[in-house]
């Protein structure tokens, strides 16, 4: 997709965030509507409303760093000018007259807050345009959501990451290969702070790891799968094999190994392995059994249970499996 405008030198015109310490979600959030990648139809649609003097309340949903918040802020500029900090209230659960008043997070609202907000909205309308910004649109209330313009920002395509992450190279005169791109982009899932986090912790990451090197070595993928403690796809294809191959307790062994060896975290094997097994050759009910165990560890891995015994069920699964897929196959 074509994004309008500007280069990666003119990003942030704001002098404060100029500055070069600032972690690159900062320094490169976007300060005007048109620098903003993706959502076009959204920016266009507040962009109308501005122009035409009808902005109404808003409600910006949708998961993290796909930019909500720099929407609102861009807008706050373009509706006021330089002046705009003192015309803006950035809130957390207070209201006041203001023109703009922005309430970030708004689904940590309690009930009682939100059914007090349906009160306020209504009586400073005249004056004032609240903007909610939130992740989970389905703990705000029917009443304060039909008080507003609601707009769902989807997670980004990995193009758009990319075309993001491109400019900040670019800005950053770094060298990133092709491979490392497809891998922090991949790695990002959509969200833009990740992908610019992933990018920066890399280059430092592999600073450190290659001192000698300085700057100027290339930033590739197994860079940024190491910098980010993600396993590598070869290693996901070894432990995907020895489950299928190896004996349970030499397979346990093995990927235990490897664990240890990069410091990896069940939880990132499993996610992973879940990705590559969409590639493997299984009859559909295989596949089935597969996914429901998966969904099953991840859960007990997530409510904090011992990973040693959720590895174990892991490769239990593909060995029970294994023995499924055999004797279909004989049949
Ligand atoms: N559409 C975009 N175009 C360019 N940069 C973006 C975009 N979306 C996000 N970013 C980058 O990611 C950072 C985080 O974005 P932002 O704060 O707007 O996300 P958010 O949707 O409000 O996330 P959260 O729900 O976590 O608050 C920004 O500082 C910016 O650098
Ligand atoms: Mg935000």
């Known amino acids: 997709m074509e994004t309008t405008g500007t280069d990666g030198d003119d990003i942030n015109t704001d002098p404060i965030m100029h500055s070069v310490n600032l972690p690159w979600v900062e320094k490169y959030r976007p300060s005007s509507l048109d620098q903003?990648?993706?959502?076009?139809?959204?920016?266009?649609?507040?962009?109308?409303?501005?122009?035409?003097?009808?902005?109404?309340?808003?409600?910006?949903?949708?998961?993290?760093g796909t930019g909500k918040t720099s929407t609102i802020k861009a807008c706050a500029k373009q509706l006021y000018g330089k002046g705009y900090k003192r015309m803006v209230l950035e809130v957390r659960l207070v209201t006041s007259g203001f023109k703009l008043v922005i309430l970030d997070e708004a689904d940590a609202m309690s009930n009682e807050a939100q059914a007090a907000l349906r009160r306020v909205i209504e009586q400073y309308t005249k004056h004032t345009r609240f903007c909610l910004i939130c992740n989970y649109v389905s703990k705000i209330s029917p009443a304060v959501q039909s008080r507003c313009t609601r707009f769902r920002f989807a997670p980004l395509s990995e193009d758009e990451l990319k075309s993001q992450v491109q400019r900040v190279i670019k800005a950053?005169?770094?060298?990133?290969?092709?491979?490392?791109?497809d891998a922090l982009t991949r790695l990002a899932d959509g969200d833009m702070r990740k992908a610019l986090n992933i990018l920066?912790?890399?280059?430092?990451?592999?600073?450190?790891?290659?001192?000698?090197?300085?700057?100027?070595?290339?930033i590739d993928a197994r860079a940024v799968y190491t910098c980010t403690a993600t396993p590598q796809p070869d290693d996901i294809q070894s432990i995907v094999s020895w489950m299928l191959e190896k004996p349970v307790a030499e397979a346990y062994k093995l990927i235990s190994e490897v664990k240890t060896e990069q410091g990896l975290a069940l939880q990132d094997i499993l996610k992973e392995v879940h990705r590559f097994m969409h590639n493997i050759d299984f009859p559909t009910?295989?596949?089935?059994?597969?996914?429901?165990?998966?969904?099953?560890?991840?859960?007990?891995?997530?409510?904090?249970?011992?990973?040693?015994?959720?590895?174990?069920?892991?490769?239990?699964?593909?060995?029970?499996?294994?023995?499924?897929?055999?004797?279909?196959?004989?049949?």
């Open 172 to 181: 950053e005169n770094l060298t990133v290969t092709p491979e490392g791109i």
């Open 36 to 64: 903003l990648i993706s959502h076009t139809e959204i920016i266009n649609t507040i962009q109308r409303f501005i122009n035409e003097d009808r902005l109404p309340h808003l409600l910006l949903y949708g998961p993290p």
């Open 285 to 331: 009910d295989c596949k089935i059994l597969l996914l429901e165990r998966f969904a099953d560890i991840e859960h007990r891995l997530a409510d904090g249970a011992t990973e040693s015994l959720q590895l174990s069920d892991m490769i239990a699964t593909f060995q029970r499996v294994r023995e499924l897929a055999a004797h279909q196959a004989e049949r």
């Open 200 to 218: 920066q912790v890399s280059v430092f990451g592999d600073l450190f790891a290659t001192s000698t090197a300085l700057a100027f070595g290339d």
